[in-house]
């Protein structure tokens, strides 16, 4: 038994870091892995999605974006350290939300959209890349982990004008 508990423990840590791009010492905040919709079915393509933040703290104090794969990590963004994130939210019916929090990198803006409520499905949190205001690409978001409670976390305690992360 305690040889079990052992070797249980010693892959856990990457077993869960597998799970999210959040480093140690970091909140998983948001995390979702991406893809593309094929007709009915969801593509993955590999690469994860995950907003990390400092544990246990409110309103944050620092919130990072990390875009890739538990091997490569292709983009980071760290705010306010590389800058700020803006947030938007908006009703889209009586009983649906949508939100929205973005930053730009040089000439280019990275929008993380989720739709909360009833009127969304599953596939309604994408990530959707500006170049110059046009759109380049749109990813869409599969098993969203904590996107209820991130969004809804943000707009409750009111985090976009007590935090340092939010423009």
């Known amino acids: 038994m305690r040889i079990m508990v052992l070797v249980i423990a010693t892959f856990l840590p990457a077993f869960v870091?597998?799970?999210s791009l959040c480093k140690?010492?970091?909140s998983v905040l948001f995390n979702a892995k991406m893809g593309r919709l094929k007709g009915d079915s969801f593509v993955r393509n590999g690469k994860?999605?995950?907003?990390?933040?400092?544990?246990d703290k409110n309103p944050l104090k620092t919130l990072t974006y990390r875009y890739g794969s538990s091997e490569k990590?292709?983009?980071?963004?760290?705010a306010p350290k590389?800058?700020?994130f803006s947030f938007d939210?908006?009703?889209n019916s009586p009983r649906g939300v949508d939100y929205s929090i973005e930053f730009q990198?040089?000439?280019?803006k990275y929008e993380l959209n989720a739709c909360l409520g009833m009127t969304c499905d599953q596939y309604d949190t994408k990530l959707v890349v500006y170049q110059n205001a046009k759109q380049i690409a749109e990813i869409t978001a599969d098993l969203a982990d904590k996107v209820d409670d991130f969004f809804g976390d943000?707009?409750?305690e009111d985090t976009p004008q007590k935090s340092p992360v939010f423009k």
């Open 24 to 26: 140690s010492g970091e």
């Open 154 to 156: 943000i707009i409750e």
């Open 105 to 108: 990198r040089g000439q280019f």
């Open 73 to 78: 990590v292709e983009l980071e963004f760290s």
């Open 89 to 91: 939210v908006s009703r």
């Open 17 to 19: 870091s597998a799970q």
């Open 82 to 84: 590389d800058g700020r």
């Open 48 to 55: 994860t999605l995950s907003l990390c933040g400092d544990k």
